[in-house]
C-alpha cells in the first residue's frame, strides 16, 4: 500500500509531460500551416536564387487553397475545380449566338408591328367618323379652289368677311347649279332615253337571234322570265336596300352642310387655324412643319385647279362630239364626264363607257364606234398635253401610285375616298420631300464647318423654293388655308 502513492505521481506526472507534448506539436503544426510572410528580396539579390523554393512555395500555395475551401464548401458554396481538372468552355451569350441579320430583322419587325397597330387604330377611329373626314376634306378641297378668289377681292380692298362671303356663297351656287342642271336634263330626257333603251333591246334580241351563236328566242325568253321572277322575289330587298338610300341621302345631305360650314372657316379664318396647329407640333419638328405647310397647300391648290380646268376641257370636247353624233342627254353625259374626270384614270374610264353605252344603245354599233374614238383621243390629249402643262411635275404621281391610292380610298370610303386619294399622295410627296430636304440641311448647318480643299464640295444647297439668306421653313409665315 505504501507503494501506491508514489505510482499514481508518475502517472500524473507521465500525462502531464504527454499533454505539453501534444500541446507543443499541435502549435508547431499551426506555425507550419500559417508561415509568416516572405521578407521582399534585397535590391542585388540573384534570381536563380529564388528557383529552389519554387516546390515549397506551390506546396504552400495548395494548403492555403485547401484550408480557404474547406469554410466555403461548409457554408453551402461551391467549391472551384482542383487545378488538374480539364477546362469546360463557357456557353456564349444569347444575343451573340443569334445572327446578325436576325436581329436587325427582328428589331424592325416588332417596330413595323407597332407602327401597323397604331395605322389600324388610326383607320379604325377615322371609319369611326368618316362622314365628318370626308366633309372636312371636301371643304379643304373647295378651299383650294375658292381662296385664290378671297385673295384677289382683298387684294381690290374688300374686308375679308365680305370678300369671304361673296366667294362662298358664288361657289355654292355655281355648284348647286349644276347639280340642278344635271337632275333637270336627266329627268327632262328619262321617257326618250327609256324609249330608245326598249328599242335597242329589241335591235339587240333580233341581232342575237340572227348571230352565229345559234340563240333561240326561248332561250332569250327565258332570261328574261328570270329577271322578272328575280326582281319578285326580292321585293324586300329592293325595299331596304330604298330605306338606305334614305339614310344615305341623309348621311350626303348632313355632309354637304358640314363641308359647306368647314368652307366657310377655313376661307375666313385658315391662318389662325394653322398656326393653332402648328402649336400642336412638338417644338424640336415645329420649324420643319411650318415650311412644310405652305408647300403642302400650294400643291393642293395646283391640284384642285388643274383637275377642274382638265375636268371641264373633256366635259367640253366629249360633249360636243355626242351631241353632233346625235346621241341624248348631250349635257347630262358632260357633266358626267366633268365629275368622274376628278377620279384620276379610273374616272375617265367610268364616264366614257357610260357615254359609249348610251351611244350603243340609242343611236347604235356606228355612234358608239364613233363616241369611243372621240373619248380616246381626247384623253390622250389630256394625258399627254394637258395635265403635263397645267398640273406640272410640282403635283405629278407616278400612275402606278395613282391606280394603287384610287383602288385603296375606293375600298375604304367609296367614291369619296377614291377622290381623295390621289391630292393626299401629291401633298403627301411634297411633304415628304421637303422634310428630307430640310433634313439634310439641318445636319449639314450643324455639322462642323468645312475647311480647305473640301468646303465647296459639301457645301449646303438651298431648300427647293428658298431665296438665299432664307433659312427652310421660314417662308411663308404660316401654311395652310390662307386668307390672302
Aim: aromatic share 6%; hydrophobic share 50%; glycine share 10%.
Amino acid at each position: 500500500m505504501s507503494k501506491l502513492p508514489g505510482w499514481l505521481s508518475r502517472l500524473g506526472a507521465e500525462l502531464t509531460d504527454l499533454g505539453d507534448r501534444l500541446e507543443q506539436r499541435r502549435a508547431e503544426t499551426e506555425c507550419e500551416e500559417t508561415p509568416p510572410p516572405a521578407a521582399p528580396p534585397p535590391p542585388d539579390a540573384v534570381p536563380e536564387a529564388a528557383a529552389p523554393a519554387e516546390p515549397e512555395a506551390e506546396k504552400e500555395a495548395e494548403k492555403e487553397a485547401e484550408k480557404e475551401a474547406r469554410p466555403a464548401a461548409t457554408a453551402g458554396h461551391v467549391p472551384p475545380p482542383p487545378s488538374y481538372a480539364p477546362s469546360v468552355a463557357a456557353r456564349p451569350d444569347p444575343v451573340a449566338a443569334i445572327p446578325w441579320g436576325m436581329r436587325v430583322a427582328a428589331e424592325a419587325g416588332w417596330r413595323l408591328l407597332v407602327l401597323a397597330g397604331t395605322l389600324w387604330v388610326l383607320m379604325w377611329i377615322i371609319s369611326a367618323v368618316q362622314l365628318v373626314v370626308l366633309a372636312f376634306v371636301a371643304a379643304l378641297l373647295v378651299t383650294a379652289l375658292l381662296q385664290p378668289t378671297v385673295a384677289r377681292l382683298r387684294h381690290h380692298g374688300l374686308p375679308r368677311g365680305l370678300a369671304t362671303a361673296v366667294t362662298a356663297v358664288l361657289g355654292f351656287v355655281i355648284m348647286g347649279l349644276v347639280g340642278w342642271f344635271v337632275v333637270w336634263q336627266v329627268m327632262d330626257n328619262l321617257d326618250t332615253l327609256s324609249d330608245k333603251v326598249r328599242d335597242g333591246i329589241e335591235e339587240l334580241k333580233h341581232w342575237l337571234l340572227d348571230s352565229p351563236f345559234h340563240v333561240t328566242e326561248q332561250q332569250i325568253n327565258d332570261v328574261a322570265k328570270n329577271l322578272s321572277d328575280t326582281i319578285g322575289t326580292n321585293t324586300e330587298q329592293i325595299t331596304t336596300a330604298g330605306l338606305q338610300g334614305v339614310t344615305v341621302m341623309v348621311e350626303v345631305l348632313t355632309g354637304m352642310l358640314l363641308a359647306m360650314f368647314s368652307t366657310l372657316f377655313l376661307l375666313y379664318d385658315g391662318r389662325r387655324i394653322w398656326q393653332w396647329v402648328l402649336k400642336l407640333v412638338p417644338a424640336q419638328a415645329r420649324p420643319g412643319v411650318a415650311g412644310a405647310g405652305p408647300r403642302a397647300w400650294r400643291t393642293l391648290t395646283a391640284y384642285v385647279r388643274g383637275t377642274v380646268i382638265v375636268a371641264l376641257i373633256d366635259a367640253i370636247f366629249i360633249g360636243l362630239g355626242i351631241f353632233f353624233l346625235d346621241v341624248p342627254m348631250a349635257v347630262p353625259l358632260a357633266v358626267f364626264i366633268f365629275l368622274f374626270a376628278f377620279i384620276p384614270l379610273v374616272g375617265a374610264v367610268i364616264s366614257g363607257a357610260l357615254a359609249v353605252v348610251v351611244a350603243l344603245v340609242t343611236q347604235g354599233v356606228f355612234a358608239a364606234l364613233m363616241v369611243l374614238a372621240v373619248v380616246l383621243a381626247v384623253q390622250q390629249i389630256e394625258g399627254h398635253v394637258l395635265q403635263p402643262f397645267i398640273l406640272g411635275r410640282a403635283v405629278r404621281v407616278h400612275p402606278l401610285a395613282v391606280v394603287l391610292s384610287v383602288a385603296a380610298g375606293g375600298l375604304m370610303a367609296g367614291i369619296g375616298g377614291a377622290v381623295v386619294a390621289v391630292p393626299l399622295v401629291a401633298v403627301t410627296n411634297t411633304v415628304v420631300g421637303y422634310l428630307r430636304t430640310y433634313g439634310q440641311e439641318e445636319a449639314l448647318r450643324h455639322a462642323p464647318a468645312p475647311h480647305g480643299a473640301t468646303a465647296l464640295d459639301v457645301a449646303p444647297t438651298p431648300a427647293p423654293g428658298a431665296t438665299s439668306g432664307t433659312a427652310p421653313g421660314g417662308g411663308g409665315g404660316g401654311g395652310g388655308p390662307k386668307d390672302g
